[in-house]
C-alpha cells in the first residue's frame, strides 16, 4: 500500500521563476493538502484539492496555485519565486475533505537563490 | 499571534529520563493531535484527542486533552535516542475542509 509520494525531493531555483511541486495521495484517498514549513518552523497550510478543485485556501497569496487530477493527484505551483519561498513544500491527504487522520509525504526541498 | 504555544521549544535530555511537552490555547478545539517529524520527513500522526480530560497512552508516550479542551500535554516516560524529533500539536479546524493549524513546535533530542 503506496503512501503519500512526493516529488522532485529537492530542488533549486532563483529569484523570479517558476516551480511545479507533484504530489500523489495514498492508496484510496481523494482529497490533498499542501503546506509550507520554513526551516524550523510549524507547517502553514496552503490550499485542498477536492473534485479537482480548491476547497479552502490558507494565507497565501495568488502565486501559489494547484491543480488536482482525475486520478487524485496534484500538482502546486509557484510564480515569481521569492527568496521567502525556500521551504519544504508538505502534501497531505486524506480519504475525504472531511477526514481527520491526515498522512504526509515527505516533502520536497524548494530552495530560491 | 500564535494559535497553539508550544513549550518547551527545545528539549536535550538523557536517554531515561522523563519529560513533558505543553500545547497551550486560549481557544476551545474540538479535538487536537499531535505529530512527530523526524529530519527530511513529513510529520506522522501519534494520537488525536477529542474528549475534555481525556488520556491515551501509546507504549511509553501519554497524551491528555484539558478538561476546557483547550490545552494538551504529551508525556513521554524513560526517553529514548530513537524519541528525538519534532513534535508538533495541532488543530483541526471545524469548516468543511480539515485544515491543520500546527503549534510552534518541540524539537526535543534524547541523547545516549
Known amino acids: 500500500d503506496a503512501g503519500v509520494t512526493q516529488s522532485p525531493t529537492h530542488l533549486i531555483k532563483t529569484r523570479g521563476q517558476q516551480v511545479t511541486l507533484r504530489c500523489s495521495p495514498k492508496?484510496?484517498?481523494?482529497?490533498v493538502s499542501w503546506y509550507q514549513q520554513a526551516l524550523g518552523q510549524e507547517p502553514q497550510f496552503i490550499f485542498q484539492?477536492?473534485?479537482?478543485?480548491?476547497?479552502q485556501r490558507g494565507n497565501f497569496p495568488d502565486r501559489f496555485s494547484g491543480h488536482q487530477f482525475p486520478n487524485y493527484s496534484s500538482e502546486l505551483n509557484v510564480n515569481a519565486l521569492l527568496l521567502g519561498d525556500s521551504a519544504l513544500y508538505l502534501c497531505?491527504?486524506?480519504?475525504?475533505?472531511?477526514?481527520?487522520?491526515?498522512?504526509f509525504g515527505p516533502g520536497t526541498r524548494l530552495t530560491v537563490l | 499571534t500564535q494559535l497553539l504555544e508550544q513549550s518547551p521549544q527545545f528539549l536535550s535530555i538523557q536517554e531515561g529520563e522523563n519529560l513533558t511537552v505543553y500545547c497551550n490555547s486560549s481557544?476551545?478545539?474540538?479535538?487536537l493531535q499531535w505529530y512527530r517529524q523526524e529530519p527530511g520527513e513529513g510529520p506522522v500522526l501519534l494520537v488525536t484527542?477529542?474528549?475534555?480530560?481525556e488520556v491515551k497512552k501509546l507504549k511509553r508516550l501519554t497524551f491528555q486533552f484539558g478538561d476546557a479542551r483547550k490545552d494538551s500535554s504529551l508525556h513521554i516516560t524513560a526517553a529514548q535516542p530513537g524519541d528525538t524529533g519534532l513534535y508538533l500539536c495541532?488543530?483541526?479546524?471545524?469548516?468543511?475542509?480539515?485544515?491543520?493549524?500546527f503549534g510552534s513546535g518541540t524539537q526535543l533530542t534524547v541523547l545516549p
Open positions: 497531505a491527504s486524506t480519504i475525504s475533505p472531511w477526514g481527520d487522520t491526515q498522512y
Open positions: 492508496s484510496g484517498h481523494d482529497t
Open positions: 484539492y477536492y473534485e479537482e478543485e480548491e476547497r
Open positions: 481557544s476551545v478545539f474540538s479535538s
Open positions: 484527542v477529542v474528549t475534555g480530560g
Open positions: 495541532a488543530a483541526i479546524s471545524s469548516g468543511s475542509a480539515r485544515q491543520l493549524t
